[in-house]
C-alpha cells in the first residue's frame, strides 16, 4: 500500500489470508463471497489496522485488528465513484442517487465518493443495497469548509435525494476525525466530532482535530 489505510477504505484480503480466529461463525462465509474488510474508526494496535467485516444481514457486523500483510490491495471511496453497479441493479434509488449528486459534489471541487452499502457493492458485487437504502457518502474537507457553503451543498443533496424518493447520508472528514454535514450545516452550536479515541462535541472541527 501506497499510504495508511483511512476509515471507509476498503481493504482487499489476500488469498492466503488466515482467518480470523475469534471471529463469529458467519465471517468464514461473508469473506468466502467477497473477502473484503473496511477500515474502521478506532485506534491501531502496534501496525494493525483496526477494521470491519460485514456480513448478509444488519446484525452482521464484526470489528477486529488485521495485520497489514494479509492485505493485497486498497480501495478508497474516490476510486469507487465512477463505478458502475450491475445494469439490473443500476436504478435502484441509491445508485440512480449516486450518479445524480456526482456533479453536484464535484461542482463544490471537494473529494468524495460512496461509503456504506453502496461503497461495498461496487467493488465485490455482492448485491447488498436494497430499495429502501440511504446513499453514504464521505467527503474529503483538510481545510476548513465555511458553514454557508456546507449549508448549500446539503440543500442541493437533499433536493437530488428527494427527487430520487430516498436519504443521503454525508459525512465530512478532516485529516483526524470526522462530522456529519446535515449537523454542520444546520447549526452554529457545537457539532459531534466522530475521534479514532471517541466522540467529542466541538465548535471547530478542524481546530479540534
Known amino acids: 500500500m501506497d499510504r495508511a489505510p483511512r476509515p471507509h477504505d476498503l481493504l482487499h484480503l489476500a488469498p492466503d489470508a488466515p482467518p480470523f480466529g475469534d471471529a463469529p461463525t458467519w465471517v468464514a462465509a461473508a469473506l468466502a463471497r467477497a473477502p473484503f474488510v473496511v477500515v474502521r474508526r478506532a485506534p491501531r494496535i502496534g501496525d494493525s489496522i483496526a477494521v470491519g467485516v460485514r456480513g448478509i444481514t444488519r446484525g452482521e457486523r464484526f470489528g477486529t ?21 450491475d445494469p439490473t441493479r443500476a436504478a435502484l434509488p441509491a445508485f440512480a442517487l449516486l450518479r445524480a449528486v456526482a456533479p453536484i459534489i464535484d461542482a463544490a471541487g471537494l473529494d468524495w465518493g460512496p461509503t456504506g452499502s453502496a461503497g461495498f457493492e461496487l467493488p465485490s458485487a455482492m448485491p447488498t443495497i436494497t430499495p429502501a437504502s440511504d446513499l453514504d457518502i464521505v467527503v474529503r474537507a483538510p481545510t476548513p469548509l465555511p458553514r454557508a457553503d456546507a449549508a448549500t451543498l446539503l440543500d442541493a443533496l437533499s433536493l437530488a435525494a428527494r427527487k430520487e424518493g430516498t436519504r443521503i447520508d454525508v459525512q465530512i472528514e478532516t485529516p483526524e476525525a470526522a462530522f456529519s454535514l446535515a449537523e454542520f450545516a444546520r447549526t452554529d452550536l457545537r457539532v459531534m466530532l466522530r475521534h479514532a479515541d471517541g466522540p467529542r462535541l466541538v465548535t471547530d472541527p478542524w481546530a479540534a482535530a
Open 65 to 85: 485488528w488485521i495485520d497489514p500483510r494479509r492485505i493485497d490491495a486498497l480501495l478508497t471511496p474516490e476510486d469507487l465513484r465512477t463505478r458502475a453497479p
